[in-house]
């Protein structure tokens, strides 16, 4: 079972960034679904960005041209750069894989964005 460890969270003003980051415990093979996400309070946990090599990049319509999801697969790690950001992107911040119908999560990371 691959361990997945989030960092990179915190406070941070309005239109200002963060870079997440998630290391994963083992490699990070070209078939796997490498995606974050994210659970505000009273809300249900949402995707923000899904990468995989040979498909698209997704992201939300409410994260595009702010977010960008990286993988440095010689790191085993996946990242997500957070620009301009606001206040309703505060959320517990998660990172999983997919991998062969089974997805593992990791422990989370807050970012909180003040107004």
């Known amino acids: 079972q691959v361990q997945l460890v989030e960092s990179g969270g915190g406070l941070v003003q309005a239109g200002g960034s963060l870079r997440l980051s998630c290391a994963a415990s083992s490699r990070i093979f070209s078939f796997d679904v490498m995606g974050w996400y994210r659970q505000a309070p009273g809300k249900q946990r949402e995707l923000v960005a899904a990468?995989?090599?040979?498909?698209?990049?997704t992201y939300a319509d409410s994260v595009k041209d702010r977010f960008t999801i990286l993988t440095d697969n010689d790191k085993n790690t996946v990242y997500l750069q957070m620009n301009s950001l606001k206040p309703e992107d505060t959320a517990v911040y998660y990172c999983?894989?997919?991998?062969?119908?089974?997805?593992?999560w990791g422990q989370g990371t807050q970012v909180t964005v003040s107004s």
């Open positions: 999983a894989r997919d991998r062969g119908g089974l997805r593992s």
């Open positions: 990468i995989n090599r040979g498909r698209p990049t």
